[in-house]
């Protein structure tokens, strides 16, 4: 699969988890991240998968170019909504270097399907632990903090 046919499938899906998020129910990792646009003053919401890592909780950009981290990184400030619990949370994001140990923790914790989606995007080459670490310049990686 393409990464243009891989991002369709996942906007549809996401649109799925939006909606359930919104009626109350929430599974897994997922959260909903909403930001002010940076350029539109609109706010913006996007599902996200918040993970748990070495005591702090972390969320990880999983496609090239994705509006939420220019969003993100123009916010003072962001809600992260999940089921019916919303707080809000500074997003603080992680230098270079120090994203290598969580992307290799995150994809060597995880499925399969979590370091191959590093791969289907075009983010990392190989979806191993230390495949996805070396492509840490490519991805984005935020310590969720209270705001």
Do not use: C
């Amino acid at each position: 699969m393409d990464e243009s046919s891989y991002r369709r499938r996942t906007n549809s899906f996401n649109k799925v988890i939006v909606g359930l998020q919104r009626m109350g129910i929430a599974f897994g990792p997922m959260q909903l991240l909403t930001v002010t646009g940076r350029r539109t003053g609109r706010v913006l919401t996007f599902p996200i998968a918040v993970n748990e890592l070495n005591g702090g909780r972390y969320i990880f950009q999983a496609f090239p170019k994705a509006a939420w981290v220019a969003n993100v990184r123009a916010a003072e400030a962001v809600t992260l909504t999940r089921g019916r619990q919303t707080s809000t949370a500074r997003l603080t994001e992680i230098p270079v270097e120090e994203r290598r140990p969580l992307l290799h923790e995150l994809v060597a914790g995880s499925p399969a399907s979590v370091g191959k989606r590093f791969v289907t995007t075009g983010l990392a080459e190989a979806a191993t632990p230390d495949g996805v670490a070396a492509a840490a310049h490519h991805i984005a990686v935020f310590r969720v903090d209270p705001a």
